[in-house]
């Protein structure tokens, strides 16, 4: 069976608030950046399934008769939006010689890959083929790298499965699937977010699947049509970090101490729900200082709660003094512990401040950059419509 080439790509995630609460059922808002990550999948005869991840220096090439090993004996087409089949997460831990302990990044990112496309093909024969992927997102920094990689896997991979059409016509340039589909995108890429990051929320596969900003609850997604143009700068602390070992961290916290964090999560809830009320008051009376004033102080309580939930870091309170002293609140986001914070800019907030705040901050070592917000959630390319210096890279491959 030979498959069809096919071209996808997603956006990777800030989380205004919520994160970490979001996992214990509490509201997340979280936005879609116009940073992606693309993908690239071409159907073989090589009777190999070969796998190039540039961005963390892994290329693998397996044998299909080895593979075909590893197929469950126990059912057949798995549905998507069950648990992970423990079964199959056993047998390719052993096979990429995994036997205890926590993944590694390349492990992570094979081990996904591998079991969304066994459990697509596992009832018919499976395909030869290579993926390629290349990402604009920092790797592990908190701006849903994990969860852009697993969209752009389960969207490609059902593609290539035929459990999905392929949505891009021959004179389109980029084309999104409907609403049924993209919610079988969703479903599968969240179990790659299972193995990711162990016990997902869900609201980063969400967000990349749909794009814009949305509200985020147990599951729920309920997107936000109507918000105000934010100016956000990102700083990333390169501080190297994992979401799986932060999200176990703060679950082993909840546990030692029940009565101190279940108000710390409620309080999280109320300001993501505080922030949301600010946001649609933006959008339907002028906006004005107080409005902003009260979004620079939700920031500085969450940062503080999340600091109390144990996921902050030396870097990211430099990063909040820095901004501090220009007048500008900051706080972490995604699952933090280093990684990339958010600064919001006010309207009035001067050119020359944020150039100078942007030098202070590159000064301690950080990247730092004004970004734009809510962009497309997964798409087909026509591979001739994606960037110059994206392709120069995926064609090594
Ligand atoms: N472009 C990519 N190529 C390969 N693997 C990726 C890519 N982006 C993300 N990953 C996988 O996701 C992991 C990072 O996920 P995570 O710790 O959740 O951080 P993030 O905040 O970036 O989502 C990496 O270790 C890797 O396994
Ligand atoms: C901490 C958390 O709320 C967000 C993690 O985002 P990231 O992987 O750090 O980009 C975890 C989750 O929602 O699954
Ligand atoms: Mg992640």
Known sequence: MTVKDV???????????????????????AVSLNLRTYLRLKGTTTGNV????????TFLCYDLSELKQLIPVSCGKREEGKPLDAELVRKLREFIGVTNGNLDT?????LSFLYIYISLFRSSELPSLTVS?????PTGAGLGSSAAYSVCLASALLCASGAIPAPLKESDQSARWCQEDLEQI????????????????????????????????????????????LRILLTNTNVPRSTKVLVAGVKDKINKFPSIMTPVLDS???????????????TCEPITGEHYNILEELIDMNQHHLNVMGVGHPSLDTLCQVTLTKGLHSKLTGAGGGGCGITLLRPETDSSVV???????KDCGFDCWETSIGGPGVQQHSPLSVKEEVLEILNRY
């Open 106 to 110: 390349c492990n992570m990112a094979t």
């Open 7 to 29: 071209f996808v790509s997603a956006p990777g995630k800030a989380i205004l608030h919520g994160e970490h609460a979001v996992v214990h059922g509490k509201v997340a808002l």
């Open 186 to 229: 969703n479903s599968w890429a969240f179990q790659g977010e299972m193995i990711i990051h162990g016990n997902p929320s869900g609201v980063d596969n969400a967000v990349g699947t749909w794009g814009g900003m949305l509200r985020f609850l147990a599951g729920k997604i309920i997107p936000l049509s109507r918000v105000p143009l």
């Open 133 to 137: 992927v290349w990402s604009e997102l």
């Open 268 to 282: 999280v809830d109320a300001i993501s729900c505080t922030c949301e009320k600010i946001l649609s008051e933006m």
């Open 355 to 361: 150039q100078t705040t942007v030098q202070d901050l």
């Open 50 to 57: 070969c796998i190039n991840l540039p961005n963390i220096d």
